[in-house]
């Protein structure tokens, strides 16, 4: 069964935009806090970005207030909004609670390039 899917990467220029759409299982979803993770070739995975139920949002450092996540919970998806890409965006970009779990979707690519 898979209980996350990533949607929306694809090829963008710098300074492009790109949303993200990730949808949940609710045994998944729940009232947990959600986070969008990325890994790069040859790096760690690294937390983008997290929102809880409530709608609290936090960032990664390299963000710098391009990135928006966002939920709706009657849904269960998590959506990131990416704004003003570079190329050190590239990345395959997955959803995950927050603290994540071993369920990990196939992840969405993002590719940033002119």
């Known amino acids: 069964q898979v209980q996350l899917v990533e949607s929306g990467g694809g090829l963008v220029q710098p300074g492009g935009s790109l949303r993200l759409s990730c949808a949940s299982a609710?045994?998944?979803?729940?009232?947990?806090?959600m986070g969008w993770y990325r890994q790069a070739p040859g790096k760690q995975r690294e937390l983008v970005a997290t929102?809880?139920?409530?709608?609290?949002?936090n960032y990664g450092d390299f963000v710098e207030d391009r990135f928006t996540i966002s939920r709706d919970n009657a849904k269960n998806m998590v959506f990131l909004q990416m704004n003003s890409l570079k190329p050190g965006d590239t990345a395959v970009y997955y959803c995950?609670?927050?603290?994540?779990?071993?369920?990990w979707g196939q992840g969405t690519q993002v590719t940033v390039s002119s």
């Open positions: 995950n609670l927050v603290p994540a779990t071993n369920y």
């Open positions: 609710a045994i998944i979803f729940t009232s947990s806090p």
């Open positions: 929102i809880t139920s409530g709608g609290r949002t």
